[in-house]
């Protein structure tokens, strides 16, 4: 009698995942970050965005219609702001994942293979 291969085959296991956004999801823009690694031995990240600082007031004078006319002084801080938009805590795993997947996605970019766009 020939022995069905079939048989000895393992069935393929799969999952499925599904993605839902919470009610504080929110996307936002980051140019960089900075952090550390926790005494239990994780890795801590602050992302943030950089601006310059808003004005605390502006004072512009009114043109003779009553329009308002140019301005003629702001009190600001100098220099650059960076606002932390969140902090995240990754096991060393994730953070290899996180790491391969950018990798992928920067050698993609810098191919210019990408998805529906010519060369």
């Known amino acids: 009698m020939q022995k069905n291969s079939k048989i000895s ?17 929110r996307s936002f823009h980051v140019d960089g970050a900075f952090g550390g690694v926790t005494p239990r031995g994780n890795i801590y990240m602050e992302l943030f965005l950089e601006r310059a600082p808003i004005p605390q007031s502006v004072i ?41 997947w950018l990798t992928e996605k920067i050698d993609l970019l810098k191919s210019h293979s990408l998805p529906g766009k010519d060369k």
Do not use: C, M, W
Request: net charge negative; glycine share 6%.
């Open 60 to 100: 512009h004078e009114f043109n003779e219609d009553g329009a308002l006319g140019k301005e003629i002084s702001r009190q600001s801080e100098t220099g650059v702001i960076r606002e932390i938009e969140a902090g995240i805590i990754l096991d060393l795993a994730t953070a290899e994942s996180i790491r391969n």
């Open 9 to 25: 085959e393992k069935p393929k296991q799969e999952i499925e995942f599904h993605y839902l956004k919470t009610n504080n999801y």
